[in-house]
């Protein structure tokens, strides 16, 4: 009976002699086996890349939407600034166009306050009394 020691040379024997008498690996299969590596990890990262797009433009809606939502609650809260003037794309530019839209407010406001309005002298009504139909006519056509 054969010990084990016996039975592990045997086999490590048999084993190298195996080896030897496969194909040693040429370079044209070494170079298919890596590239197949490479395009397997090219396909892996690529997947990768679409789900980072997907998560990306899911934010990109949600950000605007919010956005969106944070214009509209400024307009209802600043009614004495014009809809028109609040606007932006970021959170930091609706703010922006608010201090804009209320410097430009303040300023109208003031300038309306300080400038008299023009002074039109009143006309007088010349009295129809004494006059003639036709006289009468003609006062209301130049009216």
């Excluded at 170079?31 to 890349?49: D, F, G, P, W, Y």
């Excluded at 609650?73 to 932006?88: A, K, Y």
């Excluded at 004494?130 to 130049?142: A, C, E, N």
């Amino acid at each position: 009976m054969e010990t084990e020691q016996e039975i592990t040379t045997e086999c490590r024997d048999t084993a190298c002699r195996v080896r030897e008498n496969e194909a040693a690996p040429t370079p044209d299969t070494e170079i298919t086996a890596k590239l197949i590596a490479r395009e397997a990890e090219v396909a892996k990262l690529s997947q990768q890349l679409a789900e980072k797009d997907d998560v990306i433009g899911r934010l990109n809606a949600s950000l605007n939407a919010a956005v969106a939502a944070y214009r509209g609650t400024t307009v209802t809260l600043h009614r004495d600034l014009p809809e028109e003037l609040i606007e932006g794309d970021s959170i930091a530019a609706v703010d922006e166009s608010i201090k804009k839209a209320m410097s430009l407010v303040a300023r109208v406001k003031s300038t309306m306050a300080t400038t008299a309005p023009p002074l039109v002298a009143a006309g007088r009504s010349r009295s129809s009394e004494g006059l003639s139909t036709v006289d009468k006519i003609m006062l209301g056509l130049s009216h």
